[in-house]
């Protein structure tokens, strides 16, 4: 790890801002990719997530070093809040990935156990499928069952009810949790 005083920082900054000076990048990268590198881990828990915090963040300061004003602050802080903006998008980002898999999670499940479309215990799987969605509390089923059999619209759903959309995908995502765990230990199905 490259150890670099708080007046370097500022100067190599400034010289990447004005002169686009590629080995000042150099080693502000060197210096600041593993401390970046070590907040990824411990807050995205995956050395991949980790490693595109590096590579987002470090990219936002060449491409906005423009912007630093050494009047104003230290480098070290400069640089970390665009690390932690970068891992809130990170954080975001996959959230809404995975909020819009959610059903791909359960449906799989339920598919291994469809044989053929022309087979007759298919009737009898759909009719299960529709007595679990019966369990799950009222305002999951009632989004469960328009979204996934009536196949509704997140934004359609939540205006006829009256709720954010943020609220319609909550409730399907539990909704669909439950399902999932039902049809993971029902051995029968």
Not at 56 to 62: D, G, I, R
Not at 123 to 146: C, N, R, W, Y
Request: glycine share 4%; charged share 30%; proline share 3%.
């Amino acid at each position: 790890m490259n150890e670099i005083s708080i007046e370097q920082q500022k100067q190599l900054l400034v010289s990447v801002a004005k002169e686009r000076d590629k080995t000042a990048f150099a080693t502000i990268f060197s210096h600041f990719a593993p401390k970046i590198r070590s907040y990824g881990l411990k807050h995205l828990k995956q050395e991949a997530n980790a490693m595109e915090l590096v590579q987002e963040t470090m990219l936002t300061v060449w491409r906005k070093a423009h912007l630093f004003h050494p009047e104003k602050g230290a480098v070290s802080t400069w640089v970390y809040t665009i690390m932690r903006n970068q891992c809130f998008d990170i954080l975001r980002k996959r959230q809404a990935t995975k909020e819009d898999n959610y059903s791909d999670d359960i449906w799989p499940i339920f598919e291994q156990k469809l044989v053929t479309d022309d087979d007759p215990s298919n009737k009898q799987l759909g009719d299960e499928l529709i007595t679990l969605i019966s369990t799950l509390p009222e305002a999951q089923q009632t989004v469960v069952k328009e979204i996934y059999l009536n196949q509704r619209s997140h934004q359609d759903l939540a205006d006829q009810l009256g709720l954010p959309v943020g609220t319609v995908k909550s409730r399907l995502r539990l909704g669909l949790q439950k399902l999932r765990l039902q049809l993971e230990k029902d051995d029968d199905y």
